[in-house]
C-alpha cells in the first residue's frame, strides 16, 4: 500500500521534470528571443504544476465515504485501475490544455492514495510499528522523485517525443502489479468490524499477526468496544474538527503539513 506513494511521487514530479526537457519545451513552448531557445510560458508552467494537486484534492474528499463504503483494498484498486485509464490520456495529449486535464484526472487517485496509505497502515500494524510504518510514507515520496529524477535525466538528450513519451509511459509499471498485491492483502479488520462483518474481521486479525500470539476473536471484540464507544457519543461532524480540544488537534496536524511547505518545499518544486 505504501508503494502506491512511491508510483505518486513519480507521477507528480514528472510534469516538473518536463519543463526542464529540451525535447518537450520544443514540441509545447515558445520561442525566447533573450535566450535563444524555446520555454514553457509561465502561466502554463504553473497551470501544469497546479492541475494534479488540483484533482489530489478533490481525491481526498472522495477518499473518505468512498473508503467507508468499500473498504480500503476496493477503493485503492478503484483509483489504480481509474489512474491506468487516465494515464492513456496524458499519453497521448497533444496539447497543453488536455496535459493539464490530464493530470487534473490524475490527481483524483493520488488524492486516494494519500489518504488510504497512512490510515490503512495505522490500521493493520501493531501499535508499536504504527510510528515508523506511517513515517516511511515520507521515505517513499523521496525514493519515487529519485526514480522520475533518473528517468528524465536518462532521456533528457533525447531529440524527438519520446524524450517525454517514454517516461510518461513508465507510469503504467506501477497501478497493475500495485493492484494484484493489494487484492491479494487482507482489509484492514477495523473497517470490517465497522461493518459488522465479524467473522471476515477475525481471519484479517489472524492473517495480520503470529497465531501462538494473537487471538483473533479478543481482538475483534476489542474493537468492537471501541466502535460502540465511539457510537455512545454524539454523532460527530467536520464542525467539530474547529471546537475545543479537537481544534487544537486539527491545528496541530495542519501545522505539520503546512510546516512542510513554509520552508520553501514547494518553491523546490518548481525550481526548474
Known amino acids: 500500500m505504501s508503494c502506491t506513494i512511491i508510483m505518486e511521487s513519480y507521477d507528480v514530479f514528472l510534469m516538473g521534470n518536463f519543463l526542464a526537457l529540451p525535447a518537450f519545451t520544443k514540441d509545447y513552448g515558445i520561442w525566447n528571443e533573450l535566450k535563444q531557445e524555446y520555454v514553457v510560458a509561465p502561466a502554463w508552467q504553473s497551470a501544469l504544476q497546479v492541475s494534479g494537486q488540483l484533482g489530489a484534492l478533490i481525491g481526498v474528499f472522495v477518499a473518505g ?19 491506468n485509464v487516465f494515464i492513456f490520456s496524458f499519453y497521448f495529449a497533444n496539447s497543453l490544455p488536455v496535459m493539464f486535464v490530464a493530470q487534473l484526472l490524475e490527481g483524483v487517485p493520488w488524492g486516494i492514495f494519500i489518504a488510504n496509505a497512512p490510515a490503512y497502515c495505522s490500521e493493520i500494524v501493531p501499535i508499536q510499528l504504527r510510528a515508523p510504518a506511517t513515517q516511511m510514507l515520507q521515505m517513499f515520496w523521496a525514493i519515487g522523485s529519485i526514480i522520475v529524477g533518473a528517468v528524465t535525466y536518462h532521456y533528457n538528450t533525447f531529440p524527438g517525443d519520446e524524450a517525454y513519451r517514454i517516461p510518461i509511459a513508465l507510469q503504467w509499471m506501477f497501478p497493475t502489479p500495485l493492484a494484484i498485491l493489494i487484492f491479494f492483502a487482507p482489509e484492514s479488520p477495523w473497517w470490517l468490524t465497522r461493518k459488522g462483518k465479524f467473522e471476515q474481521a477475525a481471519k484479517s486479525v489472524a492473517r495480520l499477526g503470529r497465531k501462538e500470539t494473537v487471538n483473533p476473536e479478543e481482538s475483534v471484540a476489542m474493537m468492537r468496544r471501541v466502535i460502540e464507544l465511539e457510537k455512545s457519543t454524539k454523532k460527530p461532524s467536520y464542525l467539530e474538527l474547529f471546537k475545543g480540544v479537537d481544534l487544537r488537534r486539527t491545528m496541530i496536524v495542519c501545522g505539520v503539513y503546512l510546516a512542510q511547505n513554509l520552508t520553501g518545499n514547494l518553491i523546490a518544486n518548481q525550481a526548474v
Request: hydrophobic share 40%; charged share 10%; proline share 5%.
Open 65 to 83: 465515504p468512498l473508503t467507508s463504503k468499500i473498504g480500503y483494498r476496493y477503493a485503492t484498486l478503484t483509483g489504480l485501475m481509474l489512474l
